[in-house]
């Protein structure tokens, strides 16, 4: 009998290796429901990344890499390695002692401020020395800047959540082109795709007014600004024009912490965008009617390329075509059938 995945080692080798059922797959979703697990699990992708990147002993046992994750796993939070007691295996601890001292730079203390970004099919962490936290999706930057009166993060790329500590002193705000989100004590995600700049509160309240770089830093306007709460996003574009705000489940919108990215009705246009920054291909729309088709569903940010395999089967009016192995392009083939899954 198949043994199933138990833990987040487990689970990334599970999810890599394609094999898995329906009753798995929800398994799955009800194991990186608890934040602890979550938590293991972006710890484990980026181990692995490590891992991918560290030259490998010449004469190498194609398990050694296997023995090396488990071995890392479970010793590396108290930050010592076990004997591995195999003169053999001398190098593979080299690499793991080596991915452990990297994997400390990657979640240090860090100071008042700072440059932060990830690559593509990348999560980091950072823990702030105010007790805030900064945790990057996918292919995205952000700056901090702190001094007495402010904690000032400019959006650069990409998604970003923000675990904030309350300071009533020092406000904490957000820019991204077109406006500025400012809160105290709270936790919430941003999410920049082109123009358009997406807020989702899980915890706590922002308000969210338009403005310029340099309005931003004190406060934006305010007087034109929205309130929301717990439960609830705003969108705006980079002419600073706001949305309404709607009720939504923050764990959807947030889900990419966990390795998934969920939506409910959006198109493919957005999609793409976010897609794109775990994917190691380029992935293009030939055309806006194949950007405008509705998804609703899932994406597994390590499986991307079968998510693209399955599009088309999907959508039939899609075309899915793979010119090299570095790029990906979608374009709208038939108006026959439904635009939306």
């Not at 689970?11 to 009800?30: H, M, N, P, V, Y």
């Not at 934040?35 to 004469?59: L, Y």
Request: with cysteine.
């Amino acid at each position: 009998m198949k043994q199933e995945p138990v833990t987040a080692l487990d689970w990334l080798i599970a999810l890599r290796s394609g094999d898995l059922s329906a009753a798995t797959i929800q398994e799955w979703k009800e194991w990186i429901a608890s934040p602890e697990n979550q938590r293991a699990f972006e710890n484990a992708q980026r181990i692995w990344k490590m891992m991918d990147e560290v030259p490998r002993p010449q004469g190498h046992h194609p398990r050694i890499k296997r023995y090396a994750h488990n071995a890392f796993f479970a010793k590396c939070p108290g930050r010592y390695l076990a004997w591995f007691g195999l003169a053999a295996l001398i190098g593979t601890i080299a690499i793991v002692s080596w991915t452990c001292i990297t994997l400390d730079a990657h979640e240090q203390r860090a100071s008042g401020g700072g440059e932060y970004a990830t690559q593509a099919a990348e999560h980091r962490s950072i823990k702030l020395e105010d007790g805030s936290s900064i945790h990057l999706g996918g292919h995205s930057a952000v700056v901090a800047e702190f001094d007495n009166n402010v904690r000032f993060i400019l959006m650069d790329s990409g998604e970003a959540a923000f675990d904030v500590a309350h300071d009533s002193r020092r406000p904490w705000r957000v820019y991204a082109p077109g406006g500025v989100i400012t809160a105290v004590g709270t936790a919430f995600n941003v999410r920049r795709r082109n123009n358009q700049v997406t807020v989702t509160v899980s915890e706590g309240a922002v308000i969210v007014a338009p403005a310029n770089e340099q309005t931003a830093r004190t406060g934006g306007d305010l007087l034109h600004g929205k309130r929301i709460a717990s439960g609830e996003s705003i969108s705006y574009t980079s002419d600073g024009a706001l949305s309404e705000a709607t009720l939504v489940d923050p764990t959807v919108p947030m889900a990419w912490r966990a390795g998934q990215l969920e939506y409910r009705s959006e198109p493919l246009s957005r999609i793409v965008q976010d897609v794109n920054r775990y994917s190691h291909k380029s992935i293009a729309l030939a055309d806006e009617k194949a950007g405008a088709i509705l998804y609703t569903g899932t994406v597994l940010e390590l499986r991307v390329d079968d998510w693209l395999a399955a599009l088309d089967t999907l959508f039939p009016q899609l075309e899915v075509t793979q010119p090299d192995s570095l790029h990906v392009i979608i374009r709208f083939r038939s108006a026959s059938a439904p635009t939306q899954h």
